[in-house]
């Protein structure tokens, strides 16, 4: 299975987590997945969205005590 | 599908230059060919050693800074190098504050007149902060 790298971006504010995931998303290999953490639920929609617009994949969506879990897959 | 977004940013106050920062880093990340023209009190936060805070205008510029949002030249940073956004400070702005382009932040372009900037956001989406 491939490597799942954690992105910490708890405690800021959209687009902050988007950022984070996406300087992530840049040094990843294609097929390896991460998981972004943000307490933002401005950010916990707006994840998802940009990954479908830009062809990624969204795994699993999850969220517990104020804290969303998002798993991307990174495709191309 | 991408677009072209250009965005005119003269504000220099905090809301203003988050939502611009905002803008120019989803909309190029999202794989969209964004300009960014800085011109008027925008200018100043964009020069190298820059102390100046951007004032609030109202409430919610307060929270940005008391609750740890990402700070608009953090994200203009962003927009550039993670989405090849280009931001060009206005040649006007540049002459009437007697910089150079070494006197501007690295992640900004060399200076860019009205013409040009005018030409370039003919077509696409055009926001002015």
């Known amino acids: 299975m491939a490597e799942r790298k954690i992105v910490d971006a708890k405690n800021t504010f959209c687009p902050g987590p988007l950022m984070e995931l996406i300087a992530n998303m840049k040094q990843a290999e294609v097929g390896d997945e991460l998981v972004v953490l943000s307490t933002d639920e401005g950010s916990a929609n707006d994840i998802p969205e940009w990954i479908n617009k830009v062809g990624h994949e969204v795994l699993e969506t999850s969220e517990e005590d104020g804290v969303w879990s998002i798993v991307v897959k990174k495709t191309k | ?129």
Not at chain 2, 103 to 111: K, T
Request: glycine share 10%.
């Open chain 2, 1 to 129: 599908m991408s677009d072209k977004i250009s965005i005119m940013l003269i504000s220099g106050k905090r809301e203003q230059l988050q939502m611009a920062a905002m803008v120019a880093s989803v909309g190029a990340v999202s794989g969209n060919d964004v300009t960014v023209f800085l011109s008027m009190n925008a200018m100043q936060f964009f020069t190298k050693g820059n102390e100046v805070k951007a004032e609030a205008d109202g409430p919610i510029g307060t929270l940005l800074e008391e609750k740890n949002a990402p700070g608009f030249m953090e994200l203009f940073q962003s927009a550039v190098e993670l989405g090849d956004a280009k931001i060009f400070p206005c040649s006007m702005a540049v002459d009437i504050l007697g910089l150079t382009q070494d006197g501007l932040e690295e992640f900004v372009s060399e200076p860019l007149g009205l013409t040009k900037f005018l030409d370039d956001a003919s077509e696409g989406q055009v926001w002015t902060f």
